[in-house]
Nanobody, 119 residues
Framework: QVQVTESGGGLVQPGGSLRLSCIAS????????MGWFRQAPGKERESVSR????????IYAESVKGRFTISRDNAKNTVYLQMNNLKPEDTGLYYC????????????WGQGTQVTVSS
């Protein structure tokens, strides 16, 4: 059973930066695509960014392109989300999730880390 644990959330002013981390355990990390998702109050969960098991061709939501960067360190079983030029609309609970390369759905989810962008 794969477990994922997020960290790095917090309160930041508009224009600031945060780096989220997600460590995975219980599986062969290089067999899993990883993704970051977020949910704002009163809204549905949305995909923020995803990265394949090889680290190639990351995908970003239009709203974060040019500001967020996803990366993975397979030696550390960790995926990161570097968030720059944060905006109030980036506020939400950020989840990390893992998807085995044989699967379509993300099956393993963390508990989430809160990101609040406010002055």
């Amino acid at each position: 059973q794969v477990q994922v644990t997020e960290s790095g959330g917090g309160l930041v002013q508009p224009g600031g930066s945060l780096r989220l981390s997600c460590i995975a355990s219980g599986g062969t990390f290089t067999h899993y695509a990883m993704g970051w998702f977020r949910q704002a109050p009163g809204k549905e969960r949305e995909s923020v960014s995803r990265i394949s098991w090889t680290g190639e061709n990351p995908i970003y939501a239009e709203s974060v392109k040019g500001r967020f960067t996803i990366s993975r360190d397979n030696a550390k079983n960790t995926v990161y989300l570097q968030m720059n030029n944060l905006k109030p609309e980036d506020t939400g609970l950020y989840y990390c999730a893992a998807r085995h390369k044989s699967r379509i759905e993300y099956d393993y989810w963390g508990q989430g880390t809160q990101v609040t962008v406010s002055s």
